[in-house]
């Protein structure tokens, strides 16, 4: 089971944390990724890192303003999103897979496990 938390309202040019915790299992040997969807648009990867190394994996829109990282203690990740713009205003979704993350990470068929979604609203 995937967990997320953290999402809510804020001003273009403001920060945002979210963050997933896993249960049930270890995520260690995982990819886990964030993905969001907008109204009328279809689910886009956002970033992704692959928990035992560290690797991680950025989609082109937030390249440079938005940092995934990892949290073994707590067995999670989190999405430290910064500079946001109102284009960034989706539901975000944390998604996990057993194995490595590569390439292929934007793909949403590859994932086994998704969160419920948390709403992330700039204006």
């Known amino acids: 089971q995937l967990v997320e938390s953290g999402g809510g309202s804020v001003r273009a040019g403001g920060s945002l944390r979210l963050s997933c915790v896993v249960s049930?299992?270890?995520?260690?040997?995982?990819?886990m990724a964030w993905f969001r969807q907008a109204p009328g648009k279809q689910r886009e990867g956002v970033a992704a890192?692959?928990?035992?190394?560290?690797?991680?994996y950025y989609g082109d829109s937030v390249a440079a303003r938005f940092t995934i990282s990892r949290d073994t203690a707590k067995n999670g990740v989190y999405l430290q999103m910064d500079h946001l713009k109102p284009e960034d205003t989706a539901t975000y979704y944390c998604?996990?897979?057993?194995?490595?993350?590569?390439?292929?990470?934007?793909?949403?068929?590859?994932?086994?496990?998704w969160g419920q979604g948390t709403q992330v609203t700039v204006s």
């Open positions: 998604a996990a897979r057993l194995g490595i993350c590569d390439s292929g990470w934007p793909r949403e068929g590859i994932y086994n496990y």
């Open positions: 049930g299992y270890t995520a260690k040997y995982m990819c």
């Open positions: 890192v692959f928990v035992n190394d560290g690797r991680t």
